[in-house]
């Protein structure tokens, strides 16, 4: 059937039999000039489009083997082949290479924008930012309306710092097309430049533009979260979960925000579905422990922190959250292992020396729960409670002085609070009260207000605290804890990440179980930024 | 052909029996019959260049591949019938697309296949060689071929032939052509040949095809005359006449087309959708040279199908995304791999149309707007999808391979294919059961130990705790006293040591390795003695000086070990690195030897 086709005669032209090399004698080559027929030279670009077929594929192998065989029959001038090889060496990881490659496409053919805009993406990614922008600037002088030359220009403005040119590239490239990758970065600057609220604006944009972005939902949600808007925040955290059920940032934080709710079953069923998909999430299982910490479920809660501890133990976070278990369960010489331990990797935190001080009374060490409360005293700014347990410890040994001067300061910090309507837990207030009646300052008028409102609300029956001694150290210790269980607070701190928060004095509950709650919402901070930052 | 399956006939003429099945689809209510499958097929190709078309006029259709062969050779035109190949034509250069279309008005109404292979299309009429186009030369720069002509007339040297191409070649617009470029390549010896052989022919740059279409000239039948729609890598797009084979119109694109989706007729309306190689698709339309809408996509474009008046086009990084004809975008899909093609499922008895995606996990993916309807696994990854009339069966739907199969499923006439919701509801995982890790009884008991117990254990555990501290304090002390660690703290002899042993024994070999790590401070007079049973082992010279050693460099000592027992034990040999005269130790080490393996020396 093939023999056929050869020996027959198209209509105007003639197939040379002979000539094996797929390119065929032009047309225009009548067969006169047999005497010195010059032999056909292929044309470079005759198989670029099937380079280009199997590079977008991602069929890479392929790929290689036909660029290796247009190299060789064109001598390596194909500058489309050369250009696909730079670029699957920058897939594999081989920078260098791709860039010389780059730049013998240059070479070739000075006057492309593409190339240009490769060779500087390849100085992006090998962290040559201000080499990049020249080169970036280059291809803009070429090309002035791409969006991709300003979006990457502002990247690596981003990476030099310097945000304002950062944002006016971006802004560029926005206006050009309006690409979720863009919006995000320009969200990145506003954040880095501690702006959410421009962040927020900038994210509401990129929402309108592409309203399915689950990428984007999640981000505009966790700002709000971080804002306190907490409508707003659950409205597009949730939004996300209806495009993508799975998205394990979402659930994150929304269960982090069912949970400040006290909907401890409906977080773990959100949790369930985030745990299929990352099962080796430490903050997931912290949060997951703090959920069944909230029901009671303690030996569930130590197991899930236990393992959220062996995935991250570094994690002083999930070290605070064992320590607090642990004192729940009067495991006091457990608790004190956990607290030092996260003491170790988060020395600048006033809760935590407090916790530790607890822990140290419960072990029957006075003079170094002294101390370390003295340290958390240092460190804290306006949990009165740090002042109340410290009150508490130094009338139980017995220095009235002491215990009136730490009395003051929480009376100090509780007034502070009030003007924020923080609600109290009515824990602290009734143990609050007898301390200030021990000492004999009377009834002071710094709980009315705030007992009012504790009495107003339902709340569930709070175990009894001992009468005497005047709290104990053992009363203190299921306040602490059995308060813990409650969980009804409504404000998340709301700080950035990490230690910021602490140091900003916002609208911070002043109720003990200030502990878990914040710590699941900082770890899902923490966690979505590490995300962010990838 | 290698496999002939019983499913001929369920191709040919449709009994409602389920046909030999080949590949065991998962879903036991599957909507697809599985006619048949050939691993060994051999099948190079993409969905541009496949068609289904009745060539003969006798009510059956044939599919029509062309194949790439090995990619180098064995390009061929090859027409499938049933399940069995009825020919094959040579092809002699790599084949960029395949299309089908009706040429003229004249009875039999025979479609013609349009083969684009580099610059040229051939059309073939009853699978015979009909028509041969080839693409106009593109304009050749003039500089050069004036640089060209005087080369003719031998008034400059090949030299500076050279370096005057260079020069056009940095600044012109107008590339140069391929035999200057070849040229500008050449080794110095080879440049007068070339020119010699070269230079009394015009100079002509030539462009291939990217990608080819169909527009209907001026009727929306079925059967009316179409004109060729083709995208060269000039970037350019021509509208051919069917006919006469002139170029009709020519437009320009910002970049290289890669696929292409024609609708309308060329003497009414009609819109070409472009993807390019730049990521951006353009539309263009019937009054203008340049593109009238420009979509960027934010990375490359894999597949293009327009169904209805929407276009969907599937991205490299695993989405699908819909477009109006405007350029407004419509939706998006996040897809679970990379698409390797797509293509369009038309079920005309139904009026029913979908997008199939073929993914590099093995699965085509059936959408229709943003909804999943269907997935068909498939045994490989599927390089090209085809969906028509193909034998007496209207809906069928041919697919090939990456490993060469061919892979053909006929639509069962009672399927439907349902709208599904978007929500799909809670997901699965949800009702999975949290893997909480139990804690044991003994856990329990020891908690409540714990409680009872807390301060107890706590003041010993501190207490033991200082104990540890003290004692590795006085441990540290006590190396760095008596100079037993393998790294000296002497001020003036700073070294280092550590010992490998090699050999299976009875005999091993002992290697020192000794530093100086001083700056340039060089150590003399040391000496090394060695310690160690000698009931167990013996060394020919246990005590012996070592050179000088110069800072930084690593001297490696080797001396030999015998083992004397047979019994299967090893110990302890120590190392001291001694200071002549001195007879404290300036560091030392402890070699745990190996048990031998070998017998020990008679």
Known sequence: MAKEFRCCHWPNTVFDRAQQIPTVPGASEPRKSRLKKAPELPILERRNWLIHLHYIRKDYETCKAVIKEQLHETKGMCEYAVYVQALIFRLEGKIQESLELFQTCAILSPQSVDNLKQVARSLFLLGKHKAAVEVYNEAARLNQKDWEICHNLGVCYLYLKEFGKAKEQLNNALQLNRHDLTFMMLGKIHLLEGDIEGAIEVYKRAVESSPENTELLTTLGLLYLQLGVFQKAFE????????????YKAILAAGSMMQTHGDFDVALTKYRVAACTMPESPPLWNNISMCFFGKKKYVAAISCLKRANYLAPFDWKILYN?????????????????????????????????????????????????????????????????????????????????????????????????????????????????????????????????????????????????????????????????????GKIMHLPTGGVGLSQFSKPPSLPLEPELGPDETIANSSAIHDHERRKE | MTSSLGAVRGVQHRDEREPVSVERSNETNSKWLDAHY???????????????????????????????????????????????????????????????????????????????????????KNLRPYFKFTLPALDVNLLEQDVWNQAKQDMIDPMTLKEMLEGIRDKADVPLSVRSLRFLMLEQEEMESFVNLHKHHPIKRQTVITCMGTLKKNMADEDAVSCLVIGTESAEVLILDPEAFTILTKMNLPSVPAFLDVTGQYDVEFRITMACRNGSLYILRRDSKRPKYCIELSSQPVGLVRVQKNIVVGCSEETLHAYTQKGKKLWTVYLPSSITTMGLLDQKSRGFQAVMVGLASQEVHLYRDKNLLNIIRTPDVVTSVCFGRYGREDNTLIMTTKGGGLIIKILKRTAVFEEKDTSPGPPLAQGVKLSVPKKTKLYVDQTLRERENAVAMHRIFQADL?????????????????????????????????????????????????????????????????????????????????????PGLNYPIETFVDCLSDKGISDLIKVFVLREGKSAPLLTAHINMPVSEGLAAA
Not at chain 2, 85 to 109: H, I, K, S, Y
């Open chain 1, 236 to 247: 597009h955290l949730g939004n996300a979960l209806t495009y993508d059920s799975s998205n």
């Open chain 1, 322 to 486: 064992l320590g607090l278990v642990h004192l729940t369960m009067q495991q006091y010489a457990s608790a004190f292992h956990f607290l030092s331990a996260a003491i170790n990797l988060q020395p600048k935190m006033g809760d935590l020396y407090m916790l530790l001080a607890v822990a140290l009374t419960n072990l029957e060490d006075p003079e170094n729960a002294k101390r370390s409360y003295e340290q958390a005293v240092i460190f804290d700014q306006c949990n009165p409670l740090v002042n109340l347990n410290f009150a508490i410890l130094m009338y139980n040994q017995g220095d009235k002085k002491e215990a009136l001067c730490q009395y003051q300061e929480m009376e100090r910090k509780v007034n502070k609070l009030k003007e924020s309507t923080a609600e109290f837990d009515p824990e602290m207030v009734d143990m609050g009260q007898k301390i200030g009646a021990a000492l004999q300052v009377g009834e002071s008028l710094v709980w009315t207000k705030s007992s009012k409102d504790s009495k107003i609300k339902q709340r569930p029956p709070t175990p009894c605290i001992q009468q005497q001694p005047l709290g104990s150290n053992q009363a203190l210790g299921q306040a602490m804890s059995s308060a813990a269980g409650y």
């Open chain 2, 38 to 124: 050939d691993p060994l097929a051999n099948l190079y190709t993409f969905s541009s260049c496949t068609a289904l078309l009745d060539l003969h006029r006798d009510g059956e259709a044939k599919l029509v591949v062309g194949d790439l062969g090995t990619g180098l050779c064995n390009m061929k035109l090859k027409v499938y019938k049933g399940t069995s190949l009825m020919t094959e034509n040579a092809l002699l250069d790599l084949p960029t697309g395949v299309v089908t279309f009706l040429m003229d008005q004249n009875e039999p109404r025979t479609p013609a296949v349009a083969v684009a292979s580099g610059p040229y299309i051939y059309v073939y």
């Open chain 2, 466 to 550: 200082y104990r540890l501290r003290l004692m590795a304090a006085r441990a540290y002390v006590k190396a760095l006293e008596g100079s037993v660690a393998p790294i000296s703290s002497v001020q003036q002899e700073p070294l280092q040591m550590n010992a490998v042993v090699q050999g299976i024994g009875p005999k091993f070999k002992l290697t020192l390795n000794i530093q100086n790590t001083s700056i340039n401070h060089p150590s003399i007079h040391l000496l090394i003695s060695f310690l160690y049973d000698e009931r167990l082992y013996s060394m020919e010279n246990s005590f012996f000086k070592i050179p000088l050693l110069v």
